[in-house]
């Protein structure tokens, strides 16, 4: 799950330390199975397929990595069961003494420095200043693929452009997403992705909102979505979440009641569990798709 947010920073401190950084495979049937078998029947399908992933490496390392993210950035909170992960691990295998996990905290930066210092004293015995200058070149490399994540400038070919919506650990992984993004693509639409929106430009579209958002993440979500409406950027949008998910359900009717305010602008919501079925998927889909197609000839 967190991998797609912080793995550059991950490996480069790792990898500075001497570790050798070992991932799980991209998920599968038999990963999502084997989570599904110790999940907890009523949690979100990102975090049954997280554990499914945790029971492939456990047996395999020395260490597991699950930092506890609690605000991602300042003034923001990381949803309950991602601050939690490193409990579920704890709580479903037996890895205490594997399991590492430090805290990323944008208000407490010094409690974060110390913990991926002792991970790093326990990992490597390098010195204090040479672990230091290994977490200051981590979060160079991190910033740096932040950065070249973003998207810039919005130049029209002519295309179909779909704002997809929805969490880099639904997105980005094929299987739970039923390759949405390699689909549409397929089909010719320009997509663009809810993750490749700057801060700046989240904050921004997010500042006439009555309240700040509690959850980061769901801000990601938020702002990307006005973010395009109010900059006319796409034809449509399409809200990916999982079911069972808290704080996508309220940033669900959010983003509704929000991009109404400005235009009419189609918003199709897809919810993934265990059981989606992939032609219902598909025919939302495709149906969403012929309209957008419609629309855009008749608007001329
Ligand atoms: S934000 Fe939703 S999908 Fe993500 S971990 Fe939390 S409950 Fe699960």
């Avoid at 579920?88 to 944008?106: C, D, E, H, W």
């Avoid at 059981?275 to 149906?287: D, N, P």
């Amino acid at each position: 799950m967190l991998y797609y947010y912080y793995f550059p920073f991950w490996e480069s401190f790792l990898t500075a330390c001497g570790a050798k950084v070992k991932l799980s495979p991209p998920t599968n049937k038999s990963i999502l199975q084997r989570g599904l078998e110790l999940a907890e029947g009523e949690i979100c399908l990102p975090v049954k397929a997280f554990i499914g992933h945790v029971a492939v490496l456990a047996s395999e390392v020395d260490y597991l990595l699950a930092p506890r993210v609690v605000k991602p950035v300042k003034k923001g909170y990381s949803c309950p069961k991602l601050l939690g992960l490193p409990d579920i691990v704890r709580g479903l295998f037996a890895t205490t003494s594997k399991l590492l996990f430090p805290l990323v905290n944008q208000e407490r930066e010094r409690e974060s420095l110390a913990d991926w210092l002792e991970i790093g004293r326990k990992i490597s015995g390098l010195s204090y200043w040479k672990l230091k200058r290994a977490y200051r070149i981590a979060r160079c490399v991190q910033q740096k693929v932040e950065k070249s994540r973003q998207r810039v400038g919005y130049q029209a070919d002519g295309g179909l452009r779909v704002g997809l919506i929805g969490h880099p650990y639904i997105l980005r992984d094929s299987y739970l997403s039923l390759s949405l993004v390699e689909r549409l693509r397929k089909k010719g639409v320009e997509v663009y992705l809810s993750e490749e929106v700057g801060r700046n430009q989240i904050r921004r579209a997010v500042s006439g909102l009555p309240k700040p958002l509690f959850w980061s993440f769901e801000e990601e979500l938020v702002g990307a979505a006005l973010f395009w409406t109010q900059n006319n950027l796409a034809y449509g949008l399409i809200l990916v979440n999982s079911f069972g998910c808290g704080p996508d359900s309220l940033s669900q009717v959010l983003i509704e009641t929000e991009i109404s305010k400005h235009r009419e602008m189609p918003f199709l919501n897809l919810i993934i569990d265990e059981h989606t079925s992939e032609a219902g998927f598909l025919t939302r889909l495709e149906a969403f798709l012929d309209m957008l197609v419609w629309r855009k000839i008749n608007a001329g």
